[in-house]
């Protein structure tokens, strides 16, 4: 019986183990978060001009 009675000891120190770390886990945050900000970014730019290009008609039947 001795060693039933061991065993139920390392069962309940690995429970009693296993929820100090969930409730510590659960609390502790090392990870530093940031809001989020809207913002629309455009990679273009605008440009004005003539373009010349010739051109050559073709007549369908």
């Known amino acids: 019986m001795k060693g039933a009675s ?3 000891g390392v069962i309940v120190l690995l429970a009693a183990v296993f929820i100090i770390h969930q409730v510590v886990s659960s609390v502790y945050t090392p ?3 940031e809001s989020a900000v809207y913002y629309t970014a455009v990679d273009g730019f605008k440009i004005s001009g003539i373009i010349v290009r010739n051109e050559i008609l073709v ?3």
């Open 31 to 33: 990870v530093k978060t």
């Open 6 to 8: 061991v065993l139920k």
């Open 59 to 61: 007549n369908s039947e």
